[in-house]
């Protein structure tokens, strides 16, 4: 069904809000904009826009205050790409994803993006230094535990 609408270019916008905004339930929320006569310049394009942190929580209990929703809002306004918010994408795109809009597939997070790429060797080795100076700590709280 996703398909479905990429493919005749239905879809606008996907917008992902963050957890606990409808009572009782944790979930994330996702807004999905469609119009059947888009706009020329909007045309073959969605609109993704990851608004996950635009979401005040108050313990279990998530609002949309007036500057988040100012933020999204002026984001849907301009259709444009804005770094670590949202992502303008092609339909050809998507469709190139088997229509997958997951937007975590199309806004990228700049942690993701980081130029300073880590071979595996090199993970592998931090690893393996944490993993001993751990066991090195340990062997000596258990010393501690023992001689008390």
């Known amino acids: 069904m996703r398909r479905k609408m990429v493919e005749a270019d239905l879809v606008e916008c996907v917008i992902g809000l963050g957890p606990n905004l409808f009572y009782n339930s944790p979930m994330e929320a996702c807004l999905l904009i469609t119009r059947t006569r888009k706009a020329a310049d909007r045309q073959g394009k969605v609109l993704f826009i ?7 929580q108050d313990k279990t209990i998530g ?13 849907y306004q301009a259709f444009t ?20 809009m997951a937007i975590n597939r199309y806004v990228r997070s700049e942690r993701f993006q980081s130029n ?5 060797e090199e993970a592998y080795a931090g690893w393996q230094a944490s993993s001993n100076e751990l066991q090195s700590s340990m062997t000596e709280l258990f010393k501690v535990l023992e001689a008390s």
């Open 50 to 56: 990851n608004a996950v942190k635009e979401v005040r």
């Open 63 to 75: 609002f949309l205050e007036d500057a988040h929703i100012e933020r999204i809002f002026n984001a």
């Open 81 to 100: 790409d804005q770094e670590d918010f949202a992502a303008l994408v092609t339909t050809e795109e998507i469709l190139e994803k088997n229509g997958n």
């Open 116 to 120: 300073n790429s880590v071979s595996f």
